[in-house]
């Protein structure tokens, strides 16, 4: 026969599948018809049973029964429970709520016990929250199954707080550090297992989410550069600090792709999110980068009317590493071409223009593409129009060509843009930046002023080419750039030619040129510069 140990252990599976089973397929009060019956069919020894002798066990009296295990001092018991209860039917999940309120006390309780009492509170709210994290994972936290919970809802606020201030606590202990993990768990779960814009309820209001946030970034030490190999699904969480370094940094994305935050929580301790999500982006480990993105673009689509997420996502376009450039643009694309994102159309050309001078033809395809919606988005006049279709080419030079003889008339604001980006870059950026430049120009119309009278008073509020306002600001702010920056030599020669075809503005660039040469206080200055870059413009015209 077989050893009573296999038989031990048949009767704990056993056991465990018969109480995942009741947990399952118990149904609320409300889910029940009159006259129903939990047990029905032809069975003749079911039907000989007297009325009297059928007991039908409620879904509140099954979870009490459950819950009652969880103390028990055999492991195995509490195993099963905890495996039992985690997979309870979500409708009933407000009634195994309630049935758990009994021990909030002695979950909570903070009163001066003996060791062996601390052990077995400290046990309990360990088990505690397996169970609430198996909940999450079965999609307990549902709209449905939360929206109108009352009581039951003010227990998980509670349970949260509480877990928070205990995890807060500098011990160091294999216990606590289990606790910290489940509850980094049953906080992502939670929120995936929900929609995040149902997700409004007390428990994970904003300003809780971001304490969570900062609270589980220390846990989530810089050691986590191999997440990949981590999260393989043979070596999943196998040291107990590796896991818990993993599953914070996972419950921070989930806690910011969960719904909206505040320009005070942007601005909080130095940018601290904003970091944080650079430092995602910028990692070389795949899994972590793709988190970066996922997270960059749920806080677009979460924070529409936070134009400071808008630009720090476009900065970091232009200044941020490959890796860091590159994941902000493609969740730009993504959430560009999902709905219309409040964004602005000057930037947005731009920043599309310069992404298609990158060295992945994928890129390219994805900025040429999103540069079709933006021109359809805001020229709807032309949507229907082919001969106002961006043809597909890979030259960043051709496409921004294309866009500049179609719209003149935004030339002189691309132009701004355009010289912002520069001076606050560098290097090859600035070389693709003068390239895209050149073709606007050649929309330029100068207009003669005397550079050493007064600027008009409606000088700022003038945008169109062929006006004063464009005048000054395009050759004050090509002299400046060519003078400091020559080592763009075949750029800046390429500006000049574009901005010299037109037939007016040799004559007006020569009169600025010798306004310029006679200012008595920075000939000995401005003069070898000016006769350094004379040469090539007079060769170019």
Not at 95 to 108: N, P
Not at 120 to 139: F, I, K, T
Not at 195 to 214: C, G, I, K, N
Not at 326 to 349: D, K, S, W
Request: proline fraction near 4%.
């Amino acid at each position: 026969g077989r050893s009573r140990r296999t038989i031990e252990k048949g009767d704990k599976c056993l056991w465990r599948n018969l109480m995942i089973l009741c947990c399952k397929t118990v149904r609320c009060p409300s889910q029940f018809n009159k006259g129903s019956e939990l047990i029905a069919g032809p069975l003749p020894q079911l039907a000989s049973m007297k009325e009297s002798s059928m007991y039908i066990l409620t879904a509140g009296e099954l979870f009490k029964r459950i819950i009652a295990l969880l103390r028990n001092e055999s492991l195995d018991a509490q195993e099963i429970a905890v495996t039992a209860l985690g997979a309870s039917n979500p409708d009933c999940f407000s009634i195994l709520v309630s049935c758990m309120d009994t021990y909030l006390g002695e979950i909570l309780g903070g009163r001066t016990e003996t060791v062996r009492r601390r052990r077995r509170r400290e046990n309990l709210r360990l088990q505690v929250s397996r169970v609430y994290e198996l909940c999450a994972d079965n999609g307990c936290f549902k709209k449905d199954n939360i929206g109108d919970m009352g009581e039951p809802i003010d227990f998980i606020t509670q349970y949260i707080d509480h877990t928070k201030s205990i995890c807060e606590e500098d011990k160091d202990s294999s216990i606590l550090t289990d606790l910290k993990y489940r509850f980094c768990e049953f906080i992502r779960k939670m929120i995936i297992g929900s929609d995040s814009s149902e997700l409004h309820f007390e428990s994970l209001a904003p300003v809780r989410r971001m304490e969570l946030f900062r609270l589980f970034r220390t846990w989530c030490h810089h050691d986590i550069e191999s997440l990949s190999e981590k999260l393989d699904k043979n070596k999943l969480f196998n040291a107990s600090m590796g896991r818990l370094n993993t599953a914070s940094l996972l419950a921070m994305c989930a806690l910011l792709n969960a719904g909206p935050i505040s320009e005070n929580d942007l601005r909080h301790n130095n940018n601290e999110i904003l970091n944080w999500l650079k430092y995602l982006l910028g990692s070389d480990d795949k899994y972590m980068h793709s988190l970066g993105c996922q997270v960059t673009e749920m806080l677009l689509l979460n924070n529409p009317e936070k134009r400071r997420i808008l630009q720090w996502v476009t900065d970091q376009c232009y200044l941020g590493s490959n890796n860091i450039a590159l994941g902000c643009f493609l969740a730009l694309v993504r959430v560009l071409a999902n709905c219309e994102y409040p964004c602005q159309l000057t930037p947005t050309i731009v920043l599309t223009l310069y992404m298609s001078a990158h060295s992945e033809p994928g890129v390219r395809e994805k900025a040429t593409y999103l540069l079709q919606l933006i021109v359809n988005r805001f020229f709807k006049e032309w949507r229907d129009d082919n001969q106002h279709k961006l043809l597909k080419t890979d030259s960043h030079v051709m496409l921004s060509r294309q866009l500049s003889h179609q719209h003149k008339e935004i030339s002189l604001p691309v132009f701004q843009e355009i010289i912002n980006r520069f001076c606050h870059s560098n290097g090859h950026t600035q070389k693709v930046l003068l390239q895209i430049l050149a073709p606007w120009l050649c929309n330029i119309e100068f207009v003669e002023y005397q550079l050493l009278q007064s600027p008009p008073k409606q000088f700022s509020k003038v945008k169109c080419t062929g006006s004063v306002h464009g005048s000054i600001l395009v050759f004050t702010n090509l002299m400046w750039i060519t003078i400091k920056n020559w080592e763009h030599e075949a750029e800046l020669q390429e500006l000049w030619g574009e901005l010299m075809s037109h037939p007016s503005n040799a004559r007006v660039i020569l009169n600025y040129i010798i306004t310029l040469a006679s200012l008595g206080a920075i000939p000995n200055v401005i003069l070898p510069q000016i006769k350094k870059k004379k040469v090539p413009t007079a060769t170019l015209r």
